[in-house]
């Protein structure tokens, strides 16, 4: 009887070892994970401006050319960053890493339309690259007690800055034309619904501990409100018929706004991950 009582105890113990050793690794992989992320997310965000600085230069804008060159280096830099850590297991890395590099290599013949859909695509993989870091870093609902709906901080989140960095792009474009083409119509009013439904659904989903509350509702007030002002402009002075007289750099800055503000709730939504582990 008591040998039987001490083979319990002894396959408790154990077990008990070998769930404390699991976690402490599950812990060490989901702190590096929100640093890597951390880098991705910039790496995004580089990726952005290096869109808009080349399809400045590709429509004549040679002033942009100095910037740009500064550009490329931040993104190889922050490339070299995420390269250091674990995430380059990850099978996308690599197709992310060979796209970078010819498009880094781009030359001045290629058309502002084409330029635009590599670095959309580029971006977008990247987003898709950061949600495989997060699960494999073990940072999703069902390993982070309270963030149940974490996931759409690492998918839909993203995915919405991006989609006011495409209204960006392309209205700053059309605002400096005058001019707003059929093709761009279709972009922006697309654009503009997906945005629509993400403000409805997603902002609303997003978790938070109970005493990041007010900071939470801070931050979601002031993004709808930024992307607001940004629906009514684009609706009021690029898709009319009238002429467009908004100043570019206005336009520019207010989407810039909205951007801001959904990146600090992503960064919110970060240092809140960051506390749970």
């Not at 890597?36 to 004549?60: D, F, M, P, W």
């Not at 002033?63 to 995430?87: C, G, P, Q, R, V």
């Not at 058309?111 to 977008?124: E, P």
């Amino acid at each position: 009887m008591e040998i039987t009582v001490l083979l319990i105890l002894t396959i408790i113990a154990g077990m008990l070892v070998t769930s404390s050793r699991k976690r402490h690794i599950e812990r060490l992989r989901q702190v590096d994970g929100i640093e890597v992320i951390k880098r991705i997310k910039n790496l995004i965000y580089l990726i952005q401006v290096h869109r808009g600085l080349s399809s400045a230069l590709l429509k004549g804008d040679n002033s942009a050319n100095a910037k740009l060159i500064n550009a490329k280096a931040d993104i190889f830099a922050a490339i070299e960053t995420i390269n250091a850590t674990f995430a380059n297991d990850l099978e996308r890395w690599a197709s992310i890493e060979d796209h970078w590099g010819r498009l880094a290599q781009q030359t001045s013949d290629k058309s502002v339309s084409y330029n635009f859909d590599q670095h959309t695509s580029l971006i977008m993989n990247v987003a898709c690259f950061l949600e495989d870091v997060a699960e494999s870093a073990y940072l999703t609902s069902g390993c982070l007690n309270g963030f149940d709906n974490v996931g759409y901080v690492w998918r839909e989140l993203l995915h919405t800055t991006e989609n006011v960095g495409q209204c960006r792009a392309i209205g700053t474009s059309v605002v400096v034309q005058k001019s707003c083409s059929s093709a761009d119509k279709t972009k922006l009013n697309d654009l503009l619904q997906a945005l629509s439904e993400i403000s409805e659904t997603t902002l609303q989903k997003l978790p938070y501990l109970p005493d990041e509350q007010r900071e939470h509702d801070r931050l979601i007030k002031k993004t709808n409100a930024n992307m607001s002002k940004l629906f009514t402009v684009i609706k009021t002075e690029l898709l009319s018929e009238r002429t467009i007289t908004i100043d570019s750099h206005h336009y520019f800055d207010l989407a810039t706004d909205t951007m801001t503000g959904i990146n600090e709730i992503f960064e919110h939504q970060l240092k809140q991950v960051g506390r749970i582990v």
